[in-house]
């Protein structure tokens, strides 16, 4: 252990290099470096005088004077000891001073700067609006599938109470038959000669007369082509004047406007997330269209011939008689349509026109109007990284036609018309979706 005695006023004070600080310690070094006799001073101090060194001392003093070269002894230890090693420990430390100046710096390298910061969104930032974009998500979707199974087990309710309807009303029936049967054998017990089987009764459709157009019907379809084009070319000016073309939530609107310049016309709009994907949702659509639509509830189509109906690839052109059921009353019409599928490169559109001629209304003959049926259906991803759900949205305009002079005003039964075929329109776009439903689960679970 090393130790300096030190005189401060006449008082000695013995101090170990381990109660030194860094400061004493750059301090004692600097007047190493400027003075080195003081250095030399202070590692001699650092040594005790040993026995033999006093002895030495006092033979000098009484000795006489010898030749400097004679009294020269070979140095067997470093005067500069301490010296040395205090450069040592100074190398030492800058190294590491300079060690830590380099972790610093690569640190702050690594630290983004205050401007960076507001310039580029943070790993919390961004990891935060993930996560908020995935609630949104998860919210919209889980809320389909609410809807969905709410529709199915509402409907699978419905079915089961039909299904008991029709099991009372078929004991009523066996019941009827048996007493049916009972009768006929004593008919024909009594009446043998004159009785015969009954034949089977077929069902007769009514067949109303078309309204009176002096067109033929290919020039009905080429006018309804025509305006098919027209149907297609403002669909994406037309979804943005409504707001369909920003609305990702489902939402359902029926409404009847007033208007001077283009007189009455109904509107309904319907947006519809279906948890499957686009390919699969626009071919279940069209299949509604070319099929499904005759298992519609309290519709029934029929046609006058199997030549009415047309279908390519993507192009649909029929006529057929319609007998719809709504607020308890019954309407029947007669309907020339055209539809048409379009693919595009991130959505299916559907367009289609309509000339929807009113027969009978309320069991009574009804002639002078003719309603124009536009409709239109955009099936596309729900959001941009959705890939398996799907918005399906539907636009239907109908503006009622007027003719043999009559006028809005002057058609008596023109506001009851028009607002079943509201009520009507507006049950068909929620039986469809039902039909849609059924068909894309049934699907998903046949390829499970």
């Not at 430390?93 to 060690?99: E, H």
């Not at 070319?233 to 369909?244: N, S």
């Not at 809005?408 to 079943?420: C, L």
Request: glycine fraction near 2%.
């Amino acid at each position: 252990m090393c130790s300096l005695l030190a005189t401060d006023n006449g008082v000695s004070t013995d101090l170990s290099l381990r109660d030194l600080t860094s400061e004493d310690i750059a301090e004692l070094t600097n007047l190493i470096l400027i003075d080195a006799t003081a250095a030399s001073v202070l590692t001699a101090l650092e040594q005790p005088p040993t026995l033999d060194q006093e002895q030495q001392s006092e033979e000098r003093r009484t000795s006489t004077p010898q030749p400097v070269a004679a009294r020269k002894k070979p140095i067997r230890w470093d005067p500069n000891r301490a010296r040395n090693q205090r450069k040592q420990e100074l190398i030492y430390l800058r190294k590491q001073v300079a060690d830590l100046e380099t972790q610093l710096t690569a640190v702050q390298a690594k630290k983004p700067r205050l401007g960076d910061a507001q310039r580029e969104p943070t790993v919390s930032d961004e990891s935060t609006s993930i996560v908020a974009k995935a609630v949104r998500e998860t919210s919209v979707i889980a809320t389909a599938w609410h809807q969905i199974a709410r529709r199915q087990n509402q409907k699978r309710v419905e079915v089961e109470r039909e299904n008991v309807r029709l099991r009372v009303v078929l004991e009523n029936q066996l019941k009827i038959a048996k007493s049916l049967e009972s009768f006929l054998i004593r008919k024909i017990a009594t009446k043998a000669e004159k009785m015969t089987l009954p034949t089977p009764r077929k069902h007769l459709y009514h067949m109303y007369p078309v309204i009176k157009d002096h067109r033929t019907d290919s020039e009905i379809f080429d006018d309804l082509a025509e305006g098919l084009s027209e149907s297609y070319a403002e669909l994406d000016t037309l979804f943005v004047t409504t707001g369909l073309a920003y609305m990702e939530k489902p939402h359902f609107s029926a409404q009847i406007f007033c208007d001077g310049r283009v007189s009455m016309y109904l509107e309904i709009f319907a947006n519809q997330v279906l948890p499957f994907d686009v390919r699969s949702t626009g071919l279940a659509v069209w299949q509604h269209f070319r099929h499904a639509k005759e298992r519609t509830p309290s519709r029934h189509y029929y046609y006058d011939s199997p030549k009415k109906m047309e279908v390519t690839d993507n192009t649909i052109v029929e006529t057929f008689n319609l007998v719809h059921y709504a607020k308890g009353t019954s309407a029947n019409f007669r309907v020339n349509q055209i539809v048409q599928r379009h693919y595009e490169e991130e959505r299916i559109v559907v367009v289609w026109r309509a000339f929807i001629d009113p027969v009978e209304f309320s069991d009574a003959p009804l002639s002078g109007v003719r309603f124009l049926e536009k409709g239109y259906i955009v099936i596309k991803k729900l959001v941009a990284d959705a890939e398996k759900y799907t918005l399906l949205q539907s636009c239907y305009i109908i503006n009622p036609l007027f003719s043999d002079g009559w006028t809005e005003d002057d058609h008596p039964q023109v506001g009851a018309v028009t607002d079943f075929v509201l009520s009507a329109t507006a049950a068909n776009i929620s039986a469809t979706s039902e039909m849609l439903e059924t068909v894309l689960l049934e699907q998903t679970i046949k390829s499970s």
